[in-house]
């Protein structure tokens, strides 16, 4: 806390640091024209997220208190993504003048880009895919990525692949992802192949490749999926692999934009009041599931400034993710008390409100009237203030599916939520429900037809099941 903290916000990224405010500008100014990039290569959807924040700490010495634990110690990271609702959190430590730390933060920001993938790909590729961005370069109307990383050439160089089938069952609780001494290995394989696959001299296997993520969505296992599609058994991807580092030829895949990159984008910036430094460090320690030491700085922030709204959010932030349901209530009253605006805050009472009126098995029956009216004025704040907030689109399609019964309604905010969230397929089952309900039962035996062979969970998958043969029967 002994840093001077400030915001400086650009078109697309919130950042908050306490790093030199001339070197995060220039983070933000080179963040700005990757978004650019990808829009213009993949198409603005591909970039449209709640806000990105980017918590950018000046060592990583200062970041280590921050970072998620693994084994009851920070874990071994230079930055990480974490994804969230209402935000979507880049937390990096930024050294200046190391390149390294610029293409940690296109790393994460990669993560974000492939959100849409983040239940369907293996970690190997997700991992892979985002080293490959890292090495991200720019000049006008040029853009490269996937130009060679010399570390893990040199990893892979000194030490024993891992077999492939064996680095497919990595996942994010894997000694092999956590542990410094695997770590290294793991994430050089997983460049070296997704760069394989992606831009090495496999005629064959390349176009193959792409029906990879096609047959994960069509409910294949990893496994299955990476046999079926590239037709070739693990241990020729060992040998061929193996053959690919060994030749040393890594070529970059170069594509032409349209408009001109090089070019700058506004900015704001102004200094953070202590009681927001608190609340911004506690939410990032709450998100990463210290909620102890998130406790302490949403306290130390009360103390400091019992007039602010902040406090009373966190510490409702923080009850609800104990799902301490009435104390969230209680502290996120007190914040509206105090004036708080947060969209957040109020998608969050109203969603706590709603969670204290399920039953045991999480069934949402009649609401008295003053609740229900209570809860859709908070969400409609909510929406005032953050239009594009799904959650508070899926709360207020709820409500009017459950309590209203209006069900035109009910189709309008479910698909809002779809156009923010195309991945959503909890949602993709409310929406089923309230076309059905409204007249639409093609589109909605449709949904379901693709949910009960599809669905990413198997309980969803049960139930949209469960639906389309009820609904088939009526």
């Not at 998620?68 to 003048?97: H, T, W």
């Not at 994960?216 to 599609?229: D, K, R």
């Not at 909510?382 to 459950?402: K, R």
């Amino acid at each position: 806390m002994q840093w001077r903290w400030f915001e400086l916000r650009t078109p697309h990224f919130n950042f908050t640091s306490c790093v030199l405010v001339p070197d995060v500008y220039n983070l933000a100014q080179r963040l700005e024209r990757f978004h650019d990039a990808y829009a213009q290569l993949a198409g603005s959807q591909a970039v449209a997220s709640p806000p990105i924040t980017v918590l950018a700490f000046p060592s990583h010495t200062t970041l280590t208190p921050f970072l998620p634990l693994y084994d009851g110690k920070p874990a071994n990271l230079s930055g990480f993504f974490q994804r969230g609702s209402d935000e979507n959190l880049i937390v990096v430590s930024f050294v200046r003048n190391n390149p390294a730390a610029m293409n940690v933060i296109y790393h994460e920001y990669t993560h974000l880009l492939f959100r849409r993938n983040e239940n369907l790909w293996p970690l190997w590729l997700q991992e892979g895919m985002a080293e490959a961005y890292s090495t991200f370069e720019v000049s006008q109307r040029e853009v490269q990525i996937a130009l060679p990383i010399p570390s893990h050439l040199r990893t892979l160089s000194e030490g024993s692949l891992i077999p492939v089938q064996t680095l497919m069952s990595v996942d994010h609780d894997s000694p092999m992802y956590n542990e410094r001494e695997q770590q290294g290995m793991f994430y050089a394989e997983a460049w070296i192949l997704t760069h394989y696959l992606m831009n090495g001299d496999n005629p064959l296997l390349k176009p193959r490749f792409h029906q990879f993520t096609p047959l994960l969505v069509q409910g294949q296992t990893p496994e299955e999926a990476f046999t079926n599609s590239l037709g070739v058994t693990y241990a020729a991807i060992d040998r061929l692999l193996a053959h690919y580092i060994h030749q040393g030829v890594f070529p970059a895949v170069q594509c032409q934009v349209s408009a001109n990159l090089d070019t700058n984008h506004w900015s704001t910036a102004r200094f953070l009041t202590p009681v927001e430094t608190a609340f911004r460090l506690g939410k990032e320690l709450m998100r990463v599931k210290r909620v102890e030491d998130a406790d302490l700085y949403f306290k130390k922030a009360l103390k400091m400034a019992p007039a602010s709204p902040l406090p009373y959010e966190g510490l409702g932030l923080l009850a609800a993710d104990k799902t301490n349901h009435t104390e969230a209530v209680d502290w996120l009253k007190q914040s509206f008390d105090h004036h708080s605006t947060s969209f957040l805050a109020h998608t969050l009472y109203a969603q706590q409100k709603l969670d204290l009126a399920m039953d045991s098995e999480g069934r949402l029956g009649a609401m008295p009237g003053d609740v229900v009216r209570d809860i859709r004025e908070h969400l409609i704040l909510s929406i005032e203030s953050m239009p594009d907030y799904a959650t508070a689109h899926q709360l207020l399609g709820l409500l009017a599916l459950s309590q209203d019964h209006d069900y035109s309604e009910a189709s309008s905010q479910f698909t809002r939520v779809l156009e923010l969230q195309p991945e959503n397929q909890s949602t993709q089952l409310f929406l089923a429900q309230s076309n059905f309900r409204s007249g639409n039962k093609t589109a909605a035996l449709n949904t379901l037809e693709f949910l009960s062979q599809h669905a990413h969970n198997h309980d969803l998958k049960k139930e949209a099941e469960e639906l389309l043969k009820e609904y088939k029967q009526r």
